[in-house]
C-alpha cells in the first residue's frame, strides 16, 4: 500500500507538450562562425609566370661616337653583370688576334668601341643600339688563362626593361664564337 500512483498521462492523446517557460537569454560564440572552417580545404594560389622582357629590337646599323660613348659609361650604373665560361675554341680564336670577336658580334649588331689588353686578359668596350636610339654600352673583360668573360651592361634608362634580354643575346652570340 504505500505505492504511489503515478501522475496521469495527459500524452495519451497526442496533446502537444507544454509550451516552455521564459529562459535566459541565449549567449552567442563569437568563434562558432569559424568552426566550420578549420577543417576546410585551403585554396591554393596559382602564380603567374612573371612576364617576360620586352624583346630587343637592335638597330642593324649602329651609331655611337666615343665621346659620348664616355660620357655615357662614366654618368649610368651598371645594370646587369655576369660572369661567363668560354669554349676552347673561342679561347683558341681569341688567342689569334681581337679582330675575330669583333666581327662576330657586329653580325649581332653589337660593336666595338675599344680593345685593348694582351692574353691572357683582353678588355672590349662595345655598344648595340634600340631601334628608338637608345644605346647598350658594354665592357667584356675577358681571362684566357681562366677562360672566363666578364660582363657588364649599361643601358639607357628608355630601354632599361630591356637589359635582361639584351644580356641572353650577348651571351648566346658570345657563346657562339670560334
Known amino acids: 500500500l504505500g505505492d504511489a500512483i503515478p501522475p496521469p498521462n495527459n500524452d495519451v492523446l497526442g496533446a502537444p507538450p507544454p509550451p516552455p517557460g521564459p529562459s ?100 672590349y668596350f662595345m655598344y648595340a643600339q634600340a631601334v628608338d636610339g637608345s644605346h647598350f654600352m658594354i665592357e667584356l673583360n675577358i681571362d684566357l688563362s681562366k677562360p672566363i668573360a666578364s660582363i657588364q651592361i649599361k643601358a639607357d634608362h628608355a630601354v632599361a626593361l630591356q637589359v635582361p634580354a639584351f644580356m641572353q643575346l650577348f651571351q648566346s652570340s658570345l657563346s657562339t664564337y670560334q
Not at 654618368?75 to 688567342?95: F, H, M, N, P
Request: cysteine-free; overall charge negative.
Open 24 to 123: 535566459a537569454p541565449t549567449q552567442i560564440d563569437p568563434f562558432a562562425a569559424l568552426e566550420g572552417l578549420v577543417d576546410a580545404p585551403v585554396p591554393t594560389l596559382v602564380q603567374e609566370a612573371p612576364p617576360a622582357p620586352p624583346a630587343v629590337q637592335l638597330s642593324p646599323t649602329p651609331a655611337l661616337d666615343p665621346n659620348t660613348f664616355q660620357n655615357k659609361w662614366g654618368q649610368l650604373q651598371v645594370a646587369a653583370a655576369a660572369d661567363v665560361g668560354l669554349s676552347a675554341a673561342a679561347v683558341a680564336g681569341l688567342t689569334a688576334g681581337t679582330g675575330g670577336l669583333v666581327q662576330h658580334m657586329s653580325s649581332a649588331f653589337i660593336q666595338n668601341m675599344a680593345v685593348g689588353g694582351a692574353p691572357p686578359t683582353l678588355k
